[in-house]
């Protein structure tokens, strides 16, 4: 069983940590996570997210759908050995996490990404019943 546990740090961001019950803490991976920031727009066609994803190369970006719920993750690189005493120092997050519940009126079968200038777009294209139609009357 997963646990999701939401702190702030002093910047002001939320960090989202991730557990599993199964485990004890001394035998648990410290993974931290970053919230990121992200917008969501409704149109006619389809809800839109941009994702701010500073620092994360398009290869370590995930995202899936199952069901209902969308998840974004978004994993910065392995620092290399030079910054590795600043990183134990002051620590560490792994990355970014999103997730969120998809309305029963999107079409997560259909979801379109793109990745540019630290920005993840993803498109989320709306069923056809559940777009806004015009009836002619005879």
């Not at 029963?104 to 079968?109: K, V, Y």
């Amino acid at each position: 069983m997963k646990n999701d546990t939401n702190t702030s740090c002093s910047c002001g961001c939320s960090e989202v940590q991730e557990t599993t019950s199964a485990q004890t803490p001394a035998t648990m991976p410290k993974e931290r996570w970053i919230q990121p920031r992200w917008e969501g727009a409704d149109t006619e066609d389809a809800y839109t997210v941009s994702v701010q994803t500073p620092g994360v190369p398009k290869e370590g970006i995930s995202v899936t759908a199952e069901h209902s719920k969308l998840e974004v993750i978004a994993r910065r690189p392995t620092p290399d050995a030079s910054l590795k005493a600043q990183i134990c120092e002051f620590g560490r997050d792994s990355g970014y996490r999103l997730a969120f519940v998809v309305d029963n009126s999107l079409d997560t079968a259909d979801i379109k990404a793109a990745y540019a200038d630290g920005i993840l777009s993803l498109t989320i294209p709306k069923h056809k019943a559940a777009k806004r139609q015009n009836i002619a009357i005879a």
